[in-house]
């Protein structure tokens, strides 16, 4: 490739996250690293944070999640919309990845056409095609939390989470000149991940994956927004960073 100057990028392993030792390895001969942009994930094995790992391990190398099968129940008349967007943009985001690519993107009622070596039966498109109609599946409403606003060149930012410490300034009772500082440990944050895009906007997806009703406060640059979300939904805010 190098020889032929050539400029497509090489991905190594493409495959679970339970075998992050295969890149790496890979990663540890400088003739091939050299030549590689980074590793490919998928997660039907293994942990999220097999991704921050690797990060850690080679920050100069990057890494791409590059395969998710999405489905639900045929027929089913609600959206089980939460546990997909929580793994597979809050997860996989918060895991270094660059990107985040879904199975297929259409697919007719039988999930055809596949290969018979290697294709899956199973695996819906975001959207089903049956002759002239269309019909939007679960992985389709998953991605557009994300791709409607996290538009290309958006760069993900820190966001509080679960188990994340926060900075608190009080006065001091007896000093008014005296701030005391004092560490919180969030442990009632809601799942998220939040981004700047290109033109200047901040994006905040948010998951309620509880049993109840979610109260929680957006709080940025000292102004701050009381919401709601409904158990089992997603939110996703948009506002001005400036």
Known sequence: MKAANLKTKIVLFDHNLDRPDYPLNILRD?????YVDGSGFHHYGGDMSAMTLLHNARPDKHVYFTEQMITERPGSNTIAIAAPVKRMIINV?????????????????????????GGCSICQGAVTLDGDKVSRNLAYYVIAHASKFVRPGSVRIG?????????????????????????????????????????????????????????????????????????GAVGTYVWNSD
């Not at 400088?30 to 050299?34: D, G, L, R």
């Not at 985001?93 to 039988?110: E, G, I, T, Y």
């Not at 001091?172 to 000149?177: I, K, N, T």
């Open 93 to 117: 985001m918060q895991n270094w990845s660059r990107n985040v690519v879904l199975w297929n993107f259409a697919a007719d009622p039988n999930n055809d056409p596949h290969t018979d070596d």
């Open 30 to 34: 400088p003739q091939a690293a050299q």
């Open 159 to 231: 966001s509080t989470n679960k188990g994340d410490q926060s900075v608190m300034l009080t006065i001091d009772e007896d000093r008014q000149d005296i701030f005391r500082v004092a560490t919180i440990r969030n442990m009632e944050a809601l799942p998220n991940v939040a981004f700047r895009t290109p033109e200047g906007k901040i994006v905040l997806i948010v998951v309620n994956d509880s049993y109840s009703t979610g109260s929680f406060r957006v709080q940025y640059r000292g102004q701050y927004a009381d919401l709601r979300l409904q158990p």
